[in-house]
């Protein structure tokens, strides 16, 4: 599924295609998705936020990667993180996210994903 995320910095607006992808992944990861509701130029950062739905039947931390792409379709960055840590999120439930990365020229779009999921 193909999101147009328009993203605004300063006076200039930027259009970044948003692509969500899948790959091998274990089960608990296969049932959680993260969902970006903002990606933007915040000075020399970029922002991301939204949150992760967790649809297991126990409770699981998400391992997130982010993978930024040029206007080629070549990788600009990726960037991975766990938004709530060593903290797992309720099961059939979900939990707000926000990270910030430093700004690399060039960025079109962005695919986010669930790489990883495990308990606490």
């Known amino acids: 599924m193909k999101w147009i995320v328009l993203v605004l910095t300063g006076i200039i607006l930027y259009q970044c295609n948003k692509t969500e992808t899948t790959s091998a992944k274990t089960n608990l990861a296969n049932n959680m998705t993260v969902e970006v509701s903002k990606f933007y130029k915040l000075r020399d950062y970029i922002r991301v936020a939204g949150k992760i739905v967790n649809n297991n039947s126990v409770p699981a931390g998400a391992h997130v990667k982010i993978t930024c792409y040029d ?8 960037k991975d993180f766990w938004p709530e840590s060593t903290n797992n999120i309720n099961s059939k439930s979900t939990s707000a996210f926000a990270y910030m ?7 079109k779009r962005y695919e986010a994903e669930v790489v990883e999921a495990r308990t606490w």
């Open 101 to 107: 990365f430093e700004y690399i020229g060039g960025i």
């Open 71 to 78: 206007a080629k379709g070549g990788v600009v960055t990726v």
